[in-house]
T-cell receptor, first 112, second 111 residues
């Protein structure tokens, strides 16, 4: 049972490049979330999904896009990378909404 | 004012001490309260979960919620070096699919 798997673990992007952060869960959870974590700022919600085909914005969605075509996968897309998107990105899933998130191990992204 | 306030620390205590970690919040609708532990370069993991007011104990860990004061606490007894981590409080209102996190407190237990 792998839980929540995030790839890649590390990435350096140049300003203006695009990339997709992958997130897959094998727990059949309906709820999935993307957070970013910056030093001293805690976890900020970017986007979330309550089921396949349904996504909604969180607190800091600008510069990001998501899709949820299957229960298992919830990729996060950065279209035009900016230095302000340098952060650690965590994907999480849950069986009952806000109860008991399971987090992935994170993707460390640097935009230069 | 942030919805959830948490002292970022860092907090250093000797092994065996009792540790007290705290969060305050402003949203009176919050009903579910959680503590997550995050080791360096890892994702957070759920440590404790309480609903509404009261205490919950799990081994060396005790979570307390005082809704009248909008204040939650996590106590760690007989602290161990393996408890060294960042502790994040998180909370949610009834029926809300999203958690609101504190900024985390970095804790170091000194052997």
């Amino acid at each position: 049972n792998a839980g929540v798997t995030q790839t890649p673990k590390f990435r350096i992007l140049k300003i203006g490049q695009s990339m997709t952060l992958q997130c897959t869960q094998d727990m059949n959870h309906n709820y999935m979330y993307w957070y970013r974590q910056d030093p001293g700022m805690g976890l900020k919600l970017i986007y979330y999904s309550v089921g396949a085909g349904i996504t909604d914005k969180g607190e800091v969605p600008n510069g990001y896009n998501v899709s949820r075509s299957t229960t298992e996968d919830f990729p996060l897309r950065l279209e035009l990378a900016a230095p302000s998107q340098t952060s650690v990105y965590f994907c999480a899933s849950s069986w009952e909404g806000a109860m008991g998130y399971t987090f992935g191990s994170g993707t460390r992204l640097t935009v230069v | 004012q942030k919805e959830v306030e948490q002292d970022p620390g860092p907090l250093s205590v000797p092994e065996g001490a009792i540790v007290s970690l705290n969060c305050t919040y402003s949203n009176s609708a919050f009903q579910y309260f959680m503590w997550y532990r995050q080791y360096s370069r890892k994702g957070p993991e759920l440590l404790m979960y309480t609903y509404s007011s009261g205490n919950k104990e799990d081994g060396r860990f005790t979570a307390q919620v005082d809704k009248s004061s909008k204040y939650i606490s996590l106590f760690i007894r007989d602290s161990q070096p393996s408890d060294s981590a960042t502790y994040l409080c998180a909370m949610s209102a009834e029926g809300n699919e999203k958690l609101t996190f504190g900024t985390g407190t970095r804790l170091t237990i000194i052997p």
